[in-house]
């Protein structure tokens, strides 16, 4: 998996909240998503909640980018028990599951 600054200013970052700034394809989501994803693989029974405008908008953005970062790396394949198509939901054979929720 290829990480960016971005990426690495989230993960090693030991603020209790983190904002990311930029425009629109910036790479905010997608750096965000791996952190997301690594932190899914580190840590036991987690839930971790991906929270958007609505489903339709978490399938354009969020959704898109975590299958397009879990396709693309083996490593992480080894670490995802199973991913439900129909909920969204992504669950590590650590326990932890990692699933996307409209903001309303």
């Given at each position: ?12 970052s030991?603020?209790?909240t983190?904002?990311?700034q ?5 790479g ?9 994803f ?18 339709p908008?978490?399938?354009a ?44």
């Amino acid at each position: 998996m290829t990480s960016t600054i971005l990426f690495k200013q989230n993960y090693h970052s030991t603020a209790q909240t983190v904002v990311n700034q930029g425009g629109t394809s910036s790479g905010k989501t997608y750096a965000i998503e791996q952190v997301l994803f690594c932190l899914a693989c580190e840590n036991h029974k987690q839930v971790i909640t991906v929270v958007g405008q609505d489903i339709p908008n978490i399938k354009a953005g969020a959704l898109r980018d975590a299958l397009n970062i879990y396709n693309s790396s083996d490593q992480l394949k080894t670490m995802v028990k199973n991913f439900n198509k129909t909920d969204r939901i992504f669950e590590f054979h650590n326990g932890t599951a990692k699933h996307p929720r409209p903001n309303h």
